[in-house]
């Protein structure tokens, strides 16, 4: 068992962050997996500036000393910061016990049939009360489904077929589309009107576009907006 220590002599004890692992350096992505999580994590960041939140992708999630942590390849927590001295050892990974709750949405990504997505991964969640997991099955390794939702009612999941995650204020949906140069059908955030969230590239594109417009517009009334 992990030792621990006690906090200001009463009964409450954190693990001691020296002696877990909260990195292990193995990478095992696929090129297809990868670029699908910097989708997820790298439109929130890019979209959602006004909000307070920490996603991440291969991110270790510690919910309790007694076991490994488990590592979702997306996970979503609202109202959560990384620390500023993100280097320390016990800010270098996600601790339920520092941040005071679990992660609102974790998503994984199937590729084979090793990770038992459906068993035992599902099973830890609900146990670490994440309100939704979302299982993303792009080659039906387990089944017709592609997108698998979970939602927490009480201690235990129940399958929805709804995708509005109304806990969270967002949605997900599979969007047809080119993402870094890779045309394929993605799996995106969205609003509550299907819209989805925008990547970096995609609200530069949209401003370029806009700039462009408001150009044609001021020549077409004999101004030039290169004077301006």
Not at 141 to 161: D, K
Request: hydrophobic share 35%; with cysteine; proline share 4%.
């Amino acid at each position: 068992m992990v030792e621990q220590f006690l906090i200001n002599n009463d009964d409450y004890y954190v693990p001691d962050a020296n002696q877990l692992i909260t990195e292990n350096d193995t990478p095992v992505d696929n090129f297809a997996s990868a670029k699908q999580q910097r989708l997820l994590v790298g439109s929130l960041y890019s979209s959602l500036q006004s909000q307070t939140f920490l996603a991440e992708a291969n991110v270790g999630v510690y919910y309790t000393d007694l076991q490994p942590p488990i590592v979702p390849d997306v996970f979503l927590s609202l109202d959560a910061q990384v620390p500023e001295n993100w280097w320390e050892k016990q800010n270098r990974c996600y601790m339920v016990w520092r941040f005071g709750k679990p992660p609102e949405v974790a998503i994984e990504i199937v590729s084979n049939k090793e990770g038992d997505e459906l068993g035992k991964k599902l099973g830890i969640y609900e146990h670490m009360r994440v309100s939704y997991y979302i299982v993303y099955d792009p080659t039906c390794q387990l089944g017709e489904q592609v997108l698998r939702v979970y939602e927490l009612r009480g201690r235990r999941y129940f399958e929805t077929t709804e995708t509005w995650l109304e806990q969270v204020g967002l949605g997900l949906t599979l969007w047809q589309g080119e993402f870094e140069g890779r045309q394929d059908v993605w799996l995106r955030w969205c609003y509550k009107d299907g819209i989805v969230v925008q990547t970096g590239d995609e609200r530069a594109s949209q401003a370029e576009q806009r700039a462009q417009l408001l150009a044609e517009k001021l020549r077409a009334m004999g101004i030039d907006p290169d004077s301006l």
